[in-house]
């Protein structure tokens, strides 16, 4: 996901009646997942908070440098209530580097012999020591000449994570079609990569943010044909729809945006009197405002209308379920959006 900070998703009764973890209880129901990416700052307190919400969490705290070595640490307290509450729990391990994604670390975790194998017995041991159900993996930015090499990594990894009773989930960048050449998506090969992992977490948001020309975070029109084409290649029942808690706020007049929670929208509202509006052929919210200076800005995000219309799209496609971004953007009024849906 093009984003500020980074992504999680989860298992799904199917595989877990057969695979299983060794980081905490496993539901046996048929109860679809729902997965929330815990960061930092107020995760922890809307993990306490929201818990009957959800029924699986990743931990987005670790990531992995050029030579393989796993940086971050477990969040003990958090990981605590989930395991108390029967939560599948997953270690998101990510290839950010100092500022954003960085192909440059990809690469060589996926090319150099040494840098791969070290990361993969390190994200074991990091599932072992912590208590995790499985692992997620959230590598971005891939040069898309390392395609194959990514689907080797995704199919070793699998292979020692089931070895050891474990689980894998891999974040992939939502597209509408297979490209391989592709600058951003290239490198996914959804097909391969759906064969091999236990959940495909597809990251349905950040159809436009701040890098580009203001518009829908995650446009309905745009998530259903990413999930139509997903459900062509990757068995629904694998797919984890990702929904955004956050839109953007753009201004025009600077040529710059920043990210804006779900609980924050209400008092950006009230401060600059806008007047929400709704963009039919996406399904979308908007408004625009004027700051004292005289900079136009556009708001784009999400609502208790938008979003219960995403989450219906994982029942209606039969999806094993969904992955919020991120605990901590949110109140419970974003949770009875996504229950609203059909969960």
């Not at 990510?94 to 954003?100: A, Q, R, V």
């Not at 436009?208 to 044909?225: F, K, S, T």
């Not at 990702?242 to 753009?250: E, L, R």
Request: contains cysteine.
């Amino acid at each position: 996901m093009r984003r500020l900070p980074a992504i999680f998703c989860a298992m799904f009764s199917a595989v877990l009646l057969v695979v299983p973890a060794h980081g905490g209880d496993i539901p046996t129901n048929s109860r679809k997942a729902i997965i929330a990416y815990y960061e930092t700052g107020g995760s922890y307190a809307a993990l306490v908070h929201f818990a009957p919400s959800l029924n699986e969490v990743a931990t987005d705290t670790f990531g992995v440098d050029d030579q393989g070595n796993i940086s971050g640490d477990a969040p003990k307290a958090a990981l605590k209530v989930a395991h108390s509450k029967s939560m599948l729990t997953l270690a998101t391990v990510s290839n950010f580097g100092k500022s954003d994604f960085s192909p440059h670390i990809a690469h060589l975790v996926l090319t150099n012999p040494r840098a791969r194998s070290r990361a993969i017995g390190s994200m074991l041991r990091v599932v072992k020591e912590s208590g995790y159900s499985g692992v997620n993996l959230d590598f971005e930015a891939i040069p898309r000449k390392d395609r194959a090499a990514f689907n080797s990594f995704v199919r070793r990894v699998s292979q020692r994570m089931h070895a050891a009773g474990y689980l894998n989930m891999v974040s992939i960048p939502a597209e509408l079609r297979d490209d391989p050449y592709d600058s951003w998506t290239g490198a996914f090969d959804f097909k391969a990569l759906g064969k091999a992992v236990d959940v495909f977490q597809l990251m349905t948001y950040d159809e436009n943010g701040p890098w580009g020309p203001a518009g829908p975070v995650a446009g309905l029109d745009w998530v259903e044909a990413c999930v139509k084409y997903a459900v062509s290649v990757v068995p629904p029942g694998k797919i984890s729809l990702g929904i955004p808690a956050y839109g953007y706020d753009w201004s025009l007049t600077a040529g710059t945006g920043v990210q804006v929670h779900w609980k924050d929208i209400p008092a950006l509202i009230a401060r600059t009197g806008a007047t929400p509006q709704w963009d039919t052929a996406t399904s979308s919210p908007y408004f625009s405002y004027q700051t004292e200076g005289g900079a136009n800005h556009i708001v784009w995000y999400e609502d208790a209308t938008s979003i219960p219309l995403k989450s219906a799209l994982a029942v209606s496609y039969n999806l094993g379920g969904v992955s919020v971004f991120a605990l901590g953007f949110e109140d419970q009024s974003f949770w009875d959006a996504v229950h609203a849906g059909g969960f």
